[in-house]
């Protein structure tokens, strides 16, 4: 036995990974779209590719599906290489932003239009639709058209019609683009509870981080053709791996610093204590979150305190996004305060409050 | 690391691209597109390369340069007919377009009533064919015409020549400029309109600082195509126009009187000049037309004046009359017993004319002509706009299509039965043995009105979901399938539009089968022009006549067709009944 062989089946002993992309690039003309994407996505995983419009991710999804054809690289799905599958030999069902249900055909043919291609009964293509229907919440609207149906509606039937042939992969584009505000928050904790059930591997186009953050196993966060970051999340927020990911998750203070000492961090006139500052004379850029800079509780004598001035308040319902001045810090620091917080203390523009720096949820990049 | 691996390398794309295989249903998709474009080279590229060559050779064939263009320059009585050509041409443009406009402006910017009528009255000429006008002005103002001695009061000695092709061509023409003036003044946006009132602006100057700029583009390219038609019209000058002697005319008589195919094809290289000149402009000037409304414009709508609604309405019946006039006057002509002696009316020239003198049976070739291209024409022409549209793959085919699908537009009939001629009579030609046939007449109609059909079929297939056939892919149904659940149904408006277009200019041309013809495949609009030649012109007006029944009576079907379809294909668009 050789010893590829001998690895081909240490390999099968555990399953394949549901999808592995490696050195993926993409190239339209001299534009170069996709930069060597490498990318592991387990059975049963939810993953969101997020980013700006324009980094890939649509591309990278379009690849996945054998819609366009990356220029090299190589993709294994469940083991089974699909580089240059076209798109009717792969496996895998599609949603995309504007629904793309067929106007003319019923909401029931819709959701059988893969389901009779399959040498399937009658009785069980109807039997399957129905089950599908139930499963996206609209069990009585097989004899409409899509016309018929709000956005929403329509979206849970293109849902449908990509799961009916239980496909090994759900690919959705930005399928929640189209709706409004009220909408996208219901029907995205819908598609995430479907997903778990089905245990369906999925990957989810969008550029909304609220999304993806509320919906994925792991984002991949793409910028200008390269992966920015993998991970859960809470990584993401909390461990953002470069500027990049802090600036386009979340919202974060950006203040220049220095490390004067091991632990001691100089931003401005201030000196903070931060157990993560350790290379003595590097400059550095600090990136902090409105929600690491506390107003309470701050107990006497707790470090990492500095004395602001209220300059703007945003209100934006139970919070306010509140614009500080402190004295001494190289630039103005947006804080969440609570609405509740900024009347018991009857606080307003102008007002003087003390806030206290989590230094330890700073990150800090090379200036 | 390998640094050439890095993920912000800038790594040129490697020497072997992957390429995706194939699936066999693609194939079938690429075959069908390959198929297509072989039509359009052998049936349009073709014939207009023979055009060129023909032009650069001597009567032995050998190479020649620009001999023939040379001795032509030098023919005084050719000259003459360019200056002709061109000055008749700018004449018709000057009167035509302006008078188009008002009506234009009357239909999309006044509270006038019956806008529909009078929409539906000013498209008739297009039933029938273009020299219809003249037979019609020819009773009028010809030799024995009744309003005869009127017109030597105003000075004019004879219709036949010049005034009768000014005459006769404004009224062929005004249908086409209207259409392009009333798309391109129903293009405005109501906002710029309601924030120059709220500056209190003029009327005449709203006039000229919105409504004007806006319709340049609609005057500019109405304008252009006014000119072409009248330059390239060959039914017309051929009736009314005597021992005027224009270019279409001259191509004529060198090919088919003379058998001067080399002078013949310089002839219409200078046809085509003008003809594609209207193409270019056209497609610049409607990329500025389009990107001037954004999706946000608030359509016009015109409020109510009276005095000038009234002189808008004036003016519309004025021009209605006229078109009534001109239509009205070959149909009481044709049914005239013996003009202008006995003015009873018969059906002898239907009768005797038509039927006896067997030019009944060109009326039958005529609508197996219609018939076919509407059938055959629609069918290439759609899967030809949706294989372009909607599959992928054969990158290498689809600008060829594409260039080949738009030229038409650019070449004038005359031209194209010119280059027909020129292909399929040659010899050597293993396609000679359709010269002369039916099927060779339906393809050269085909072609000759390819591009609207084809822009036709394109909008309609750009307003459907661009990821159909991607959904279709991933559910593994292959694109044929979709293409017949989907698609077809979706755009059987659009299809039964295009096939009507078909068959009504497959019904009234002349232009590109005149050269084609035998007389067993001689059809109508062909035997008016052998009538009128044998001075027969009560026949000729009841031919002309014919056509335009036949052309009307299609024109109803179709509608009759199109509300059958809707009701069958098109119920998803009814909002629900519950």
Redo the contacts between chains.
Sequence with gaps: MTGAHAAALKTNARPAPALELS?I?K?FGAF?AL??IELTVNRGEFVCFLGPSGCGKTTLLRII???E?????TILQAGRDI????????D???V?Q???L????TIAENVA??L???RVSRVDITTRVNELLKLVGLPDSGG?????LSGGQQQRIALA??I??S?GLL?LDEPLSALDALERVRLRQEIRSLQQRLGITTIMVTHDQEEALSMADRIVVMNHG??EQVGTPMEIYREPASPFVVDFVGKANVLEGLVTATGKLKLGDHTLDCAQCTETGRSVRTYLRPEDIVARPIEAGDANVIDAAIEKVEFLGSYCLVRVTATGFPSALTVYLSLNFLSEQALEVGSRLKLKILTERLRMFGA | MNPARGPHSLALPPAAVTTQRVHWTDRIGHLALLLIALALVVFLAAPLTAILTQSVEGKDGAFVGLDNFITYAQTPALKQSVWNSLWVSAVVTVIAVPAAFVFAYALTRSCMPFKGLFRTITLTPLLAPSLLSAISFIYWFGNQGVLKDAMHSLGVASIYGAPGIIVSEIFSVFPHALMILVTALSLADARLYEAANAMGTSSSRKFFTITLPGAKYGLISAAMVTFTLVMTDFGIPKVIGGNFNVLATDIFKLVIGQQDFQRGAVVGLILLAPALLTFFVNRSVQRKQTSMLTARAVPYSPSPSRGYDAVMTMYCILVALLMFAVLGMAIFASFVKFWPYDLSMSLRHYVFGLVDGEVGDAFINSLKLASGTAVLGTGIVFVGAYLIEKTRGMQAVRPLIQLLALTPMAVPGLVLGLGYIFFFNYPGNPLNGLYHTLTLLVMCTIVHFYTTGHLTAVTALKALDAEFESVSASLKVPFFKTFWRVTLPICTPALLDIARYFFINAMTTISAVVFLYSPETKVAAIAILNLDEAGDIGPAAAMAVLIAAGSTVATLLFMVLGWLVNRHTQAWRRPAAS
């Design positions: 050195g690039h190239h170069h930069k060597n599906a054998g819609l054809i990356q220029t090299s690289g580089s240059r599958l076209p798109p009717a030999d792969r895998y069902g599609i995309f504007s629904y793309a067929f106007p003319n055909l239009y893969g009779v291609n399959r409409k058209f899509p016309s018929q019609r990509a009916a042939t496909p690919l390269v992966i």
